[in-house]
């Protein structure tokens, strides 16, 4: 079955750029009704989603982070990716990368999630 | 934006009780709400979706609920695994949005 998997920094500065990359096994990132994207969870915190792409480029973004953050499909490498501009301390959280299921609305299934600390 | 209200925001219940959790959206989201569960240092799993589907694999001890504004989650004979922070997510329209969670502690 479709697993999904992030890598990138577990550090980074403020100011700076934050980059994560999400790896897609066991499926195609492509052809379907399928979305793929990201939700963070600051320490402690609940949920916020992120930024939703499918396999042709179709994006849609979260308003209250829109105008910092780029989502980006791969299809060669069955991968899609997060870039985060000028990081500031509020940013610190976990990032999952998931599936979702545009016939449901749901995010299924998940990555582990990977911790992004914002600190100098 | 789409608001969505859990209740309560911790419940303490033994193993074997019935535990509710309430999520109210502030506009109709029909049957757009999804219920997940997430333990501690783990990803959120997906338990049900279009408010009462239950996904394969989860224990029929869990149901849902509702339409419109307000759902239900309901864990019949509270087992041990499932003392975990639990989330609605509604999909009724962009940008998604969570319910704080709520998080079921052993009494």
């Known amino acids: 079955q479709v697993q999904v998997q992030e890598s990138g920094p577990g550090l980074v500065r403020p100011s700076e750029t934050q980059s994560l990359t999400c790896t897609v096994s066991g499926g195609s990132i492509g052809g379907s009704d399928d979305y793929w994207g990201w939700i963070r969870q600051p320490p402690g915190k609940g949920l916020e989603w992120i930024a939703i792409i499918n396999y042709s480029g179709t994006t849609y973004y979260n308003p209250s982070l829109m105008s910092r953050v780029t989502i980006s499909v791969d299809t060669s490498e069955n991968q899609f990716s997060l870039k985060v501009n000028s990081v500031t301390a509020a940013d610190t959280a976990v990032y999952y990368c998931?599936?979702?299921?545009?016939?449901?609305?749901?995010?299924?299934?998940w990555g582990q999630g990977t911790l992004v600390t914002v600190s100098s | 934006d789409i608001q969505m209200t859990q209740s309560p925001y911790s419940v303490s219940a033994s193993v074997g009780d019935r535990v509710t959790i309430t999520c109210r959206a502030s506009?109709?989201?029909?049957?757009?709400l999804l219920w997940y569960q997430q333990k501690p240092g783990k990803a959120p799993k997906l338990l049900i979706s279009s408010a009462s589907s239950l996904q394969s694999g989860v224990p029929s001890r869990f149901s849902g609920s509702g339409s419109g504004t307000d759902f239900t989650l309901a864990i019949n004979s509270l087992q041990p695994e499932d003392f975990a922070t639990y989330y609605c997510q509604q999909a009724k329209s962009f940008p998604l949005t969570f319910g704080g969670g709520t998080k079921v502690e052993i009494k």
């Open positions: 998931a599936r979702w299921r545009s016939s449901l609305g749901c995010f299924d299934p």
């Open positions: 506009q109709d989201i029909s049957s757009w």
